[in-house]
């Protein structure tokens, strides 16, 4: 059950696409998504946070900063937009 005011954590790119912070772009035949994307600003410091499908059943989560990855982590829709959901929220706090 969830409390009123409290923000779910998203658990696939569909609950991502509902934040308009989060760009999906998706393919033309399929509608299968290919990228979802998220930039955050903190302190005049820019981050963009990114997610690709890598293979069956497998995501790719990435931050960069400075135009470098600077984090990277590997695994199933459900974790990786998880993990995502936290950097977005965390990134702005230091």
Known sequence: MSVPGEQQV???VAELATDPAWT???TGTTGQW???ERVVEHD????LIGLTPIGPG???LMLWSGGEVVEHVR???A??????HR??????AG
């Open 10 to 12: 998203p658990r696939s």
């Open 24 to 26: 999906v772009t998706r």
């Open 34 to 36: 290919l990228t979802a």
């Open 44 to 47: 005049g410091h820019r981050r």
């Open 58 to 60: 497998a995501v790719a």
């Open 75 to 77: 695994g199933t829709e």
């Open 79 to 84: 974790e990786v937009c998880a993990t995502a």
């Open 87 to 92: 950097w977005a929220t965390e990134v702005p």
